[in-house]
């Protein structure tokens, strides 16, 4: 036999293998002996690349008037109050004082100032008819008035004496028909009880004498002198006997029971009686004083009308005219809280918003929100790493998707208290966290119109550097 041996010719991607790795090995060794000799030196630190300065600042911001909004609302001693018309729209412009709205109130202090008018009235003619003097049939009159007065008074006292005895009569009536009840009610239960103790007591003896038999009937039994029937019947008569003393005690129980119940719901009423009846006859009496006090009140008064009418003194002319003043006062007083009835517009402006329609009761956020619209500025968030760049008349553009183009506007005022951000792009991973500035960019007089009625509106900003 011969052996043989084949070779074959290794492939090429095994050639191109082995160069490739060959190739590193001695560029790794070259590379090495050079740094060992100094042939590469450390990289020496290169010259920082300088970019033009940026040429603006932008930031998100919000649209809103130069001056704030103002929430209209009730005054204080009208607050919570309802709207009875509301006289605007939202949008509609303004004047400074023109009427927003009407408050529920109103008819209520129109009959005030009403009354109020009315007492100035009354008190220039008590004025007069004091000047002028009284006359014998004044006099006359006024003393009529007080023999009127005197003898309403007694009749009230008597009328009012009559009502409370004939209420102290029925009280001590039903008071006696309850107490009488009562007595009913525990007589019965007494002799209820003791029918039923009496029964219980004739039961026992019988349940006695049954249990006697039945042990004597049981000795016979077990000598076999009776029947076993026989004794079963006794045994029987026991089981009866105390089942009968059973519902006997349970009957006397009942008994108790619902004759205790029976007297406490009668003591209840009776001591519903005594209560209602000393209420009526304490309010009664409450009311004959009351009858007494006003009577000799308005006697008092007529009397003293009729010493002032038969004398005119200068003090008296003094007190009268000094009614008139308070009367005038109070017509002044009432006339004021009947204007706060009226919700006026404290400057010109435009209706943002309406919070409270007719016939709704004001809430926190007011009737509405007026504000300035004729100069409207973009608060803009300014990063406070840029703030250092932004300076007052600064020229500035501003952008937003509910207004085509751009408006422009002047840095006018610039914060001096970092915030949170509060607007934002809605972006993917935006920092939710940043600190701004806010700064505002009064918009240029021809601007204005174009977003006006877009207050809170996102806009994009642009400060010019």
């Known amino acids: ?55 603006k600042v932008t930031a998100l911001g919000r649209l809103e008037p130069e001056t704030e909004i103002i929430k209209l609302s009730a005054p204080i001693p009208l607050d919570g109050d309802r709207i009875s018309k509301i006289l605007v729209k939202e949008g509609e412009t303004v004047k400074s004082g023109q009427v927003i709205a009407i408050l529920d109130s109103r008819d209520r202090l129109q009959d ?34 007080v023999a009127r007065l005197e003898a309403q008074t007694v009749g009230d006292k008597i009328g009012q004496q009559e009502t409370i005895a004939r209420l102290e009569a029925q009280w001590l009536g039903d008071k006696q028909a309850q107490q009488e009840n009562i007595a009913r009610l525990e007589a019965q239960l007494q002799g209820d009880r003791q029918a039923q103790q009496a029964t219980i007591k004739r039961l026992e003896a019988e349940l006695n004498n049954a249990e006697s038999e039945y ?31 059973n519902e006997s005690k349970a009957v006397l129980t009942r ?5 205790n119940k029976q007297i406490g719901e009668a003591k ?78 404290p400057l010109s402006g435009q209706i943002i918003k309406i919070h409270t329609h ?40 501003i952008t937003g998707q509910a207004f085509i183009g751009e408006v422009r506007g002047t840095v006018s005022q610039v914060g001096l208290q970092v915030n949170r951000q509060n607007t934002f792009a809605n972006q993917p991973g935006e920092n939710m966290d940043r600190r701004v500035i806010e700064v505002k960019i009064r918009i240029n007089p021809e601007d204005v119109n174009r977003v006006s009625g877009l207050t809170n509106l996102q806009v994009q900003t642009a400060i010019a550097l």
């Open 1 to 55: 036999m011969s052996l043989k041996i084949s070779l074959k010719p290794p492939s090429n991607g095994w050639i191109i293998g082995l160069i490739i790795a060959a190739t590193a090995v001695t560029g790794g060794v070259l590379y090495y002996g050079a740094s060992q000799f100094g042939l590469f030196s450390k990289p020496q630190k290169q010259a920082v690349e300088t970019f033009p300065e940026v040429q």
């Open 112 to 145: 005030a100032v009403l009354v109020a008018q009315k007492q100035v009235a009354i008190a220039n003619s008590k004025l007069a008819q004091i000047q002028a003097g009284a006359k014998t049939g004044q006099i006359q009159a006024q003393k009529a008035t």
């Open 215 to 245: 042990q004597r009937y049981q000795q016979l039994s077990q000598e076999g002198a009776i029947s076993n029937s026989l004794f079963d019947g006794k045994r029987l008569s026991v089981e009866t006997a105390k089942q009968q003393l």
């Open 255 to 259: 008994i108790n029971t619902t004759s």
């Open 268 to 345: 209840a009423v009776l001591r519903r009686i005594d209560a209602t009846n000393s209420k009526q006859v304490s309010e009664a009496k409450i009311a004959l004083t009351r009858i007494n006090a006003t009577g000799n009140k308005q006697i008092s008064e007529a009397s003293a009308t009729l010493n002032s009418i038969a004398e005119i003194r200068p003090v008296d002319i003094q007190a009268a005219k000094a009614e008139i003043d308070n009367a005038i006062a109070t017509v002044k007083r009432t006339q004021t809280e009947l204007e706060q009835a009226y919700i006026r517009a």
């Open 358 to 397: 007719s016939g709704e009761k004001i809430g926190d956020d007011g009737i509405a929100d007026l504000a300035q619209t004729s100069q409207m500025v973009a608060v803009a968030e300014i990063y406070q790493s840029d703030i250092s760049k932004v300076k007052l008349g600064q020229k500035a553009t």
